[in-house]
């Protein structure tokens, strides 16, 4: 062998596999929440998040804390956007579904299966995003635990894969 194909090898078996990992990390699987800031804003502007039934309120111990905002990468696949609110409504959870059913279908939202007993979901697209807007009324993961006082409380959810995909996404998850 040549001195200069040694030195040939020797340099493509150090820089080959280097620029090859290096590569891989330069790709975005949509796994991360980085850059997700203007998505998250998106979804939290959705109409439906502030389009309570009469009567909502802010729970006591939110008062005014509006739509938050969150990014999940935790697992193996796409980060996860979502953003929510809270509220207090002194009547019923049936009036709490049937109010969110008559909004999200004037606001383009198809119905899907409800991912828990007594809560409601519904999809669409918006701007080539695939979203998934949930209703439910189990506040245990919200910290501190909303006071809804004499009414209930619940949680109106809009979510997103951080790539827009609708791989792995539904109602159901």
């Known amino acids: 062998m040549s001195p200069a194909f040694r030195r040939t090898a020797l340099a493509v078996a150090v820089v080959l596999p280097a620029a090859l990992l290096t590569g891989c990390s330069l790709v975005d699987s949509g796994g991360s929440c980085d850059g997700s800031g ?30 938050s905002t969150g990014c999940d990468d935790d697992s193996a696949g796409p980060a996860w956007l979502h953003a929510g609110r809270v509220y207090a409504f002194p009547g019923t959870r049936q009036a709490v579904i049937d109010h969110y059913t008559r909004i999200a ?61 609708r791989d792995g996404v539904s109602c159901t998850d």
């Open 105 to 165: 279908a004037a606001q383009g939202w198809h119905t899907g299966p409800a991912p828990q007993a007594g809560a409601a979901c519904w999809t669409r697209t918006d701007d080539g995003r695939y979203l998934v807007l949930d209703v439910g009324f189990h506040l245990d993961a919200w910290s501190p635990v909303p006071d809804p006082g004499k009414g209930i409380g619940y949680e109106v959810t809009v979510g997103s894969n951080a790539d827009g995909s």
């Open 38 to 67: 203007a998505a998250r804003k998106d979804l939290a502007a959705q109409k439906v998040l502030s389009s309570p039934p009469d009567g909502a309120s802010d729970p006591a111990n939110y008062r005014d804390a509006g739509v």
